[in-house]
């Protein structure tokens, strides 16, 4: 199978790691119709109503710096094919492939059950981070608009907040965004993998342009709001050697700090981007995974708390010097963007406080 315009996963395999049937296909009539003569027509997006009980996912990860999130829907129509939530499509028995980027999940009661969930008398005041699994500003926010309401409600009780995206649709909400800046407590991370326009079209298909990612960095620093640019996930062999030019790009635009992380392959995002690079990389698809099982101690994948998110060995060191040299030169100094947590007040009932 040949990746479908506009779609990053070449391949939809459900994984069948719950003892659920293994499917070669999603078992859809698109993919019936691949024996038939004449174009096959594209893949569209679905999105399904999930009814959820709680909106607020914990989690005590050493190596992450948050312990709240937030996530108003599942899967991702930006289709970047190093995506490592692809995986939590299995749950539902669909493809971490091509599923995760068309059978989304949305959860328009989000709002509400925050609300809620921000009102209980237990209710320990912490960062909520949001972006954390899929992108909150994914192209089906311009119609749901739950990233808004959540921000409704998270601004009105001055609710500390991360956010990181890799849209420029985050600008629809710089209203909000800037009030709560001013107050110290908002930052975003924005998301710049490749600033080569023809390597972005495959790796994140439906993600808006480098370029854009760039002017909404300005944006958003122009309105106050810190922003911290992520160069995630660095790609050996496809985008690493874009490292310095990017910190150059971020830090002219007026981001405040940068950061990255070497690619993670966990579970079937291995063979996913495996057959993704054999398709459009098949030059160097063999030194690419070299490099990156040498990064992870000899295997596809590294999920050990502590090395997961920066890597191991000659290739890893060498991409953290390149780093840090160039965030250095750009000026960058380490900063870590906090946010405040003795502003909050707690909603009262349906109708938010006045005073």
């Known amino acids: ?28 009539w698109l993919d019936a119709l691949g024996d038939i003569d ?22 005590s990860s050493p190596d992450i710096a948050f312990s709240q999130s937030i996530n108003a829907y599942r899967g991702c129509e930006h289709g970047c094919i190093y995506c490592f939530a692809r995986p939590t499509h299995a749950y539902h028995d669909l493809s971490p492939g091509l599923d995760f980027e068309t059978r989304l999940f949305a959860k328009p009661d989000a709002a509400s059950l925050l609300r809620e969930e921000l009102s209980r008398s237990g209710y320990t005041v912490a960062p909520i981070a949001m972006g954390t699994n899929t992108d909150p500003y994914q192209p089906i926010e311009g119609d749901w608009r739950i990233t808004r309401q959540c921000l409704e409600v ?42 080569d326009p023809m390597v972005a079209r495959t790796l994140e298909p ?15 620093a122009e309105a106050g709001i810190p922003v911290l640019a992520s160069v995630s996930p660095v790609v050996p062999g496809i985008t690493d050697h874009e490292i310095e030019l990017i910190i150059g790009r ?18 079937e995002v291995a063979p996913l981007f495996r057959a993704w690079l054999d398709e459009h990389y098949p030059d160097r698809a063999a030194k690419v995974m070299s490099i990156i099982r040498d990064m992870r101690g000899g295997r596809d994948n590294d999920p050990d708390f502590g090395t997961r998110m920066r890597g ?11 780093f840090v040299k160039a965030r250095k030169r750009a000026g960058f100094t380490g900063e870590r963007l906090t946010v405040r947590t003795d502003l909050f007040r707690p909603p009262e009932g349906p109708q938010m406080r006045l005073f």
């Open 38 to 59: 004449g174009p096959v027509p594209r893949r569209g997006t679905t999105v399904t109503v999930e009814r959820a009980r709680r909106i607020i996912s914990r989690n």
């Open 250 to 267: 971020v830090a002219e635009a007026g981001a405040r700090e940068a950061s990255y992380i070497p690619i993670r392959l966990p579970h």
């Open 206 to 220: 439906r993600a808006p342009h480098p370029l854009r990612r760039i002017e909404a960095i300005r944006q958003l």
């Open 154 to 195: 998270l601004a009105q009780c001055r609710h500390p907040l991360f956010i990181t995206t890799k849209s420029n649709r985050i600008l629809r909400d710089i209203d909000l965004l800037s009030d709560m800046a001013r107050d110290r407590l908002v930052s975003v991370a924005l998301s710049i993998t490749s600033l």
């Open 312 to 322: 191991q060995g000659v290739w890893a060191d060498l991409i953290r010097a390149r």
């Open 1 to 28: 199978m040949v990746s479908e315009k506009g779609r990053g996963a070449t391949r939809n395999e459900a994984s069948g790691r719950f003892n659920l049937p293994r499917r070669e296909a999603d078992g859809d």
